[in-house]
Structures are given as C-alpha cells and as structure tokens.
C-alpha cells in the first residue's frame, strides 16, 4: 500500500470521475475547485460542491467524488511537520504548531465547505492562487514566499472553527467564552495558560481564579486542561501518523505510557486502539 509522505505539495487535476486512490494518506488535504461541479462524500455523508468550493480533509477520513460535470482541482497537501523538518524555515514554528493543534482538536470534519465567510473566501482563495502561481514559479524566493502564504491560510482556518466553535453561546459571561477560546489556542504554551497569566489578561484577582473557573465550567481549571489536552491527543492519533512518544511529549505527558494510561481512563481505550480505528477505515 502506497503512502504518501512529502511534508509540502501544490498540484491541480482535472477529473472526469474519480478512480479510489491504492494508498493510506497522512497528510491534511485542502481541495479547491477551480472549476466544475458534483459531491464529495466524507465519510459516507455527500455534500454539493462547485467552483469555488473549498475543503478540508484530514489524513484519515474517508473521502471520494461523485463528478457530475468535469472537474478541475486545486490539492494543497501538507503534514503535521511541514515546517519543523525544514532547517532553513523562516517561519515560527511555534505558532504554525498552535494554529494547527487547534484545528486539528477542534474542526468538526463535518461535510460543507471550510470558509463560510464571505470576506475571508474571498482572502482564502487569493492565498491559493498565490500558491498556485509560485508553484509555478519555483524561484529561489517561492519556497519562502509559499511557507508564508501558508501561516496565513491556517490563521484563516482557525478564525473560521473559532467561529463554528466558540464557546459564547454555551456561558452567559462573555469573558470566560473568550477564556476558554484563548485557551484552546494556546494549549500547548504553557506560560501564556498559566493561572496567573489568565488571571492578568482577563482582569481577575489570582486568588479568585480556581473559584471563578469552576463556577463557570463545572470542573476545576486542572481538569478542563487534562480534557482538552486528551481531546488534541485523540484528534492527532486519527489525523496524523505523529508516533504516540512525539504526542506525549508536545502534549507534557511524562511519556507515552503516561498519556495512554490517561486515555483509558477518559476515553476507556488506548493510544493504540483509537488509532486502528482510522487504519480500518476504506481507503479512497
């Protein structure tokens, strides 16, 4: 079985029908449709798309096309670790990663499109043929200028699940939805979620912040980490091929056997398990 393992690819297609792909992705897709019209069904579930469309598809989900009218297709491909295994990378790391746990621990995967803004579509689909163009170009500056294109397409997709998933509707208090919401961007920072650092940015006394916490979130701020944490550490286990030893430690669980033993007990199943559900699942 083929695997495809660049960090990085730009490609356009165009497709009559859609023949099933002899290999197991471990990449993240985001499709554009130049042109053309039909169905994409994500796990099992058909979604209309046309020109103009936009898609994001996680490595393992389950995907294909029902092609109506040809179709021309922009694939803009990239793995988990497209900048960190780049030495000569301009960009910080650090972010790009926060952007993209982000998405990955909260993107619904639900059939639609991406960008339901009309603005940032608009935004979005300059970024792609910008991507397109130094595709094409493959100058000694394209590579840099693509890296770039590339943080502010995540940033887009991250304001466009912040807006799916913001958490306003679920607290009364404006302030600790914004909390919640700079948490789940920062997870993996540690200084910038720090007890105190909330307390300061969010205008509330130290002392008081363990009660206010709770009152509003029904668990402790301990407990609301752990989650989200193990919540991250199942979305990289079905959508990314990172080894279970890598996701402890971005994730600071002393190893992968403490981060397995947490698992179980929320989760009751491992690492292992949740990640031979996505194996299992058809190819495409």
């Not at 960009?91 to 991406?114: A, H, M, Q, S, T």
């Not at 200028?145 to 590339?150: A, D, E, G, K, R």
């Not at 600790?176 to 307390?199: G, K, N, R, S």
Request: with cysteine; proline share 4%.
């Amino acid at each position: 079985m083929e695997k495809v393992h660049a960090p990085f690819s730009v490609s356009i297609e165009t497709l009559d029908h859609w023949e099933k792909r002899n290999r197991r992705n471990n990449f993240f897709e985001l499709v554009y449709i130049l042109e053309g019209n039909g169905e994409q069904c994500v796990n099992y579930k058909p979604t209309p798309f046309r020109e103009g469309s936009i898609f994001l598809l996680p490595a393992s989900d389950c995907h294909t096309y029902n092609i109506k009218e040809k179709t021309t297709f922009l694939f803009v491909r990239f793995t988990a670790t497209y900048f960190s295994t780049d030495e000569d990378c301009v960009i910080d790391f650090g972010k790009w990663f926060c952007r993209l746990n982000f998405i990955i621990g909260n993107y619904n995967r639900l059939p639609g499109e991406l960008i339901s803004d009309p603005r940032d579509k608009q935004h979005f689909i300059q970024l792609l043929q910008l991507l397109m163009l130094e595709n094409e170009r493959n100058d000694a500056h394209s590579r840099r200028i693509m890296q770039s294109t590339m943080v502010t397409v995540l940033e887009l997709i991250a304001r466009s699940v912040a807006a799916i998933i913001s958490p306003q509707a679920l607290y009364e208090e404006k302030k600790f939805a914004e909390m919640l919401l700079h948490i789940q961007y920062h997870l993996l920072d540690e200084e910038m979620i720090t007890p105190q650092y909330l307390a300061d940015r969010f205008h509330l006394s130290a002392s008081y912040f363990s009660e206010y916490f709770k009152r509003n979130a029904h668990e402790t701020y301990q407990e609301f980490i752990l989650r989200s944490k193990l919540k991250l550490a199942e979305a990289k286990a079905l959508y990314t091929d990172i080894p279970f030893k890598e996701i402890a430690y971005d994730l600071g669980f002393t190893d992968s056997s403490h981060l397995n033993k947490m698992m179980k007990r929320f989760y009751n199943k491992g690492m292992s398990e949740i990640r031979k559900s996505a194996i299992a699942a058809p190819l495409v």
